[in-house]
């Protein structure tokens, strides 16, 4: 598999939001920090298609205070006929390697439940307890440094 991981626009993440994450759950994909200008959105491609996405929204939490390029790591969602074949881990990866570019600290995000061992083995960790997101599930804040961006 050629994969090529870019730059994408706010509108390129809207079909994967929709069709990944929000399938038939009554929330809204588009988020209110989408089109900030320290708002950055990632896309995995194969050949010309978009197989994957993620946002990191500048976002400080109830963890992080107070401390300097802190980013939330949200709507990460590949394509379903891709999952379970590594493209995940290996565009995370490289996403990764350019939040570190972008002088990213910290990142955190909220995992689902049946995520955590995917965030876990790219060097996230959990912090705090879980909690539930209505009509979603049960998730987990994560947490990890620039130093252990792998």
Known sequence: MNLIV??????????LRKNV???????????????????????????????????????????????EAVFQLRAMAVDKA????????LFLGETLKLAKEKNIRKIWLNAREIAVPFYKSLGFSVVGDVFDVKFVGNHFRMVQEQDKFK
Request: aromatic content about 14%; cysteine-free; hydrophobic content about 30%.
């Open 6 to 15: 870019k730059e994408i626009t706010t509108e390129d993440t809207y079909p």
């Open 82 to 89: 891709y999952q379970g074949k590594g493209v995940g881990k």
């Open 21 to 67: 994450l929000r399938e038939n759950i009554p929330l809204s994909f588009q988020f209110a920090e989408d089109n900030l200008e320290t708002t950055s959105h990632f896309g995995v491609f194969e050949e010309e298609k978009l197989i994957g996405i993620v946002t990191f929204i500048q976002k400080e939490n109830e963890y992080f205070k107070n401390q």
